[in-house]
T-cell receptor, first 112, second 112 residues
Framework: DQQVKQNSPSLSVQEGRISILNCDYTNSMFDYFLWYKKYPAEGPTFLISISSIKDKNEDGRFTVFLNKSAKHLSLHIVPSQPGDSAVYFCAASVGNNNDMRFGAGTRLTVKP | ETGVTQSPTHLIKTRGQQVTLRCSSQSGHNTVSWYQQALGQGPQFIFQYYREEENGRGNFPPRFSGLQFPNYSSELNVNALELDDSALYLC???????????FGEGSRLTVL
């Protein structure tokens, strides 16, 4: 029951360019969405979140866009830096509850 | 501020054995969640403990059980290990239930 899908297992971009990571969900009850970043041998770390009452949330180089009608969200990183190279997980929950559903992750590689 | 710590970091068990994984939550956090991350997949919610009581459970059989102690540290116990239990087990703590999750580095379990 894959309610959160990240269809691109990997993405490679050039340093300084924009990285766009996509995420789709099927459960219309989800109303809180998060992005986590994971480096090798470390646990995931929280990056940015958005609630369903918004369609955009920005934090420095990171912006998350939410399209509720399409059940789609995306993470934009601009400009991309080599240190951004990591696996990015999209996660969703109903009311930010304890059962948070994660996508399979997208491995981002930013080339110098 | 001490982060989330997990032990052991790696362990190998054989089918049918039992395993106990441990987690110390971040200072000031009273909620601990456990996730299983199989290879190539995102974390899957096992259960959450809030103030020593189970506060939600994912789609895992009863042989997955847990505890939370008065200092908010936690254990995950898995009985009758199966080959498919081989995974990275992530512990995450938060201040409230629900709340933003802070993950440990994980315990990698291999079942032979």
């Amino acid at each position: 029951d894959q309610q959160v899908k990240q269809n691109s297992p990997s993405l490679s971009v050039q340093e300084g360019r924009i990285s766009i990571l996509n995420c789709d969900y099927t459960n219309s009850m989800f109303d809180y969405f998060l992005w986590y970043k994971k480096y090798p041998a470390e646990g995931p770390t929280f990056l940015i979140s958005i609630s369903s009452i918004k369609d955009k949330n920005e934090d420095g180089r990171f912006t998350v866009f939410l399209n509720k009608s399409a059940k789609h969200l995306s993470l934009h990183i601009v400009p991309s830096q080599p240190g951004d190279s990591a696996v990015y997980f999209c996660a969703a929950s109903v009311g930010n509850n304890n059962d948070m559903r994660f996508g399979a992750g997208t491995r981002l590689t930013v080339k110098p | 501020e001490t982060g989330v710590t997990q032990s052991p970091t790696h362990l190998i068990k054989t089918r049918g054995q039992q395993v106990t994984l441990r987690c110390s939550s971040q200072s000031g956090h009273n909620t601990v969640s456990w996730y299983q991350q199989a290879l190539g997949q995102g974390p899957q919610f096992i259960f959450q403990y809030y103030r020593e009581e189970e506060n939600g459970r994912g789609n895992f059989p009863p042989r997955f059980s847990g505890l939370q102690f008065p200092n908010y540290s936690s254990e995950l116990n898995v009985n009758a290990l199966e080959l498919d239990d081989s995974a990275l087990y992530l512990c995450a703590s938060s201040k409230e239930a629900p709340g933003e999750l802070f993950f440990g580095e994980g315990s990698r379990l291999t079942v032979l």
